[in-house]
């Protein structure tokens, strides 16, 4: 649980720039949990949306699936970032009414991808130029390491590939549960779940996250793709019965990236420049504001703090800040109050900045949300 946390958090501070996720303000911890400090979304999740306006319009679908694509291009073309547990739930809607993808803490990333960060060819030219091997046995040494590439590519199916069976049931591929690894086309799938639960109202294949884990599987593997509620046929336009049929294709190989799926019919009337510069009002201008959330002074309790003096603790980097957070908090004047809470009238030291403590209440009180991750 730990190692899932810190991964989450370094993720998070790796994209923290992209206005398509959540923002990491800060994290820190105490004796029992670590704590999240990241940025409100005020309209709440795409899950609240779905179920409020079940099946959604047409329209607004398109808007919001065309987002979902584009999040997932970001994610895998530009950051290399496989989120492993891509749902409605982790999709929230910011003030401006667009999609932000959060909890990052089962996500794996690459980094480059093998074939910008391989040396082998110029190792090659470099043993050529300098006479060291001759072209014949160059052109063997390449084809050999070519075989080993094909090797590993046909073994894992991708390069950047990975094991763990994980994610939120109904949601997970089908090579998630058959392995013996999967990719980003997990994303996919699970995204095509997504859009097909918007424009249906249900989950497709029949699935529901009360079913055992055989039935899942049984039915997300072998199960047909069918645009069928209850043996009733869905009014869903050609386009988008396409659409997702390149998402939920069972065959990961087969199935669709996100860069392709922006040239499908069903996303014709897209401006994906436009969209992803955010000039047009989001899709979900029209979602409810999260009403449960109020501006009151709140304090959360937290047990003792860390001692590190001579600690050889794994995470004792896991405190940290953004920069735009410590130059706001260096201006906040803070008064003296209790220790054992978190609470805005806890001094600190100007040349040090706030504590890490006071900043997770003032940004809570400033409606913005601490999520906390528990551990054994």
Not at 204 to 219: I, N, V, Y
Not at 320 to 343: C, F, G, K, T, Y
Request: charged share 30%; with cysteine.
């Amino acid at each position: 649980m730990r190692r899932i946390g810190m991964g989450g958090d370094r993720i998070l501070n790796g994209i923290r720039q992209e206005r398509w996720f959540l923002r990491l303000d800060a994290t820190f911890e105490d004796s029992e949990s670590f704590f999240f400090v990241t940025e409100y979304a005020p309209k709440g999740d795409l899950w609240t949306e779905m179920a409020r306006r079940k099946p959604m319009p047409s329209t607004d679908a398109l808007q919001f699936a065309a987002e979902i694509i584009h999040i997932l291009s970001l994610l895998h073309d530009i950051h290399r970032i496989i989120h492993r547990d891509f749902k409605p739930e982790n999709l929230l809607i910011d003030a401006a009414g667009h999609l932000v993808l959060a909890d990052f803490g089962i996500a794996r990333a690459f980094g480059a991808h093998p074939w910008e960060s391989d040396t082998s060819s110029t190792s090659l030219f470099s043993e050529l130029a300098s006479g060291t091997i001759d072209m014949p046995v160059a052109m063997e040494k390449q084809e050999a390491e070519e075989n080993e590439k094909h090797r590993t590519r046909s073994r894992d199916f991708l390069p950047e590939a990975t094991r763990k069976m994980c994610g939120t049931a109904g949601y997970m591929a089908p090579e998630v549960y058959a392995g013996p690894s999967y990719s980003y086309p997990a994303d996919i799938w699970a995204a095509g779940v997504v859009i097909f639960k918007m424009l249906t109202g249900k989950l497709p294949f029949g699935l529901d996250r009360e079913l055992c884990t055989k039935e899942l599987f049984r039915r997300t593997v072998l199960q047909p793709l069918e645009f069928k509620i209850n043996g009733v046929e869905v009014e869903i336009g050609e386009d988008a019965r396409d659409l997702l049929r390149k998402m939920l294709e069972k065959n990961p190989e087969k199935r669709a990236s996100a860069q392709n799926l922006k040239t499908h019919p069903y996303f014709l009337s897209i401006d994906w420049e436009k969209l992803a510069r955010r000039e047009c009002p989001g899709p979900g201008m029209e979602a409810r504001r999260m009403k449960h959330y109020k501006k009151v002074h709140v304090a959360i309790p937290v047990g003792k703090p860390l001692d590190r003096s001579g600690s050889d603790d794994a995470f004792i980097s896991f405190r940290w800040m953004s920069p735009e957070l410590q130059e706001a908090h260096r201006r906040v004047r803070i008064i003296p109050a209790a220790d054992n809470v978190v609470n805005p009238g806890r001094s600190f030291d100007e040349e040090k900045g706030p504590k890490l403590e006071n900043v997770a209440h003032k940004v809570w009180w400033k409606v913005k949300r601490v999520a906390s991750m528990r551990f054994q």
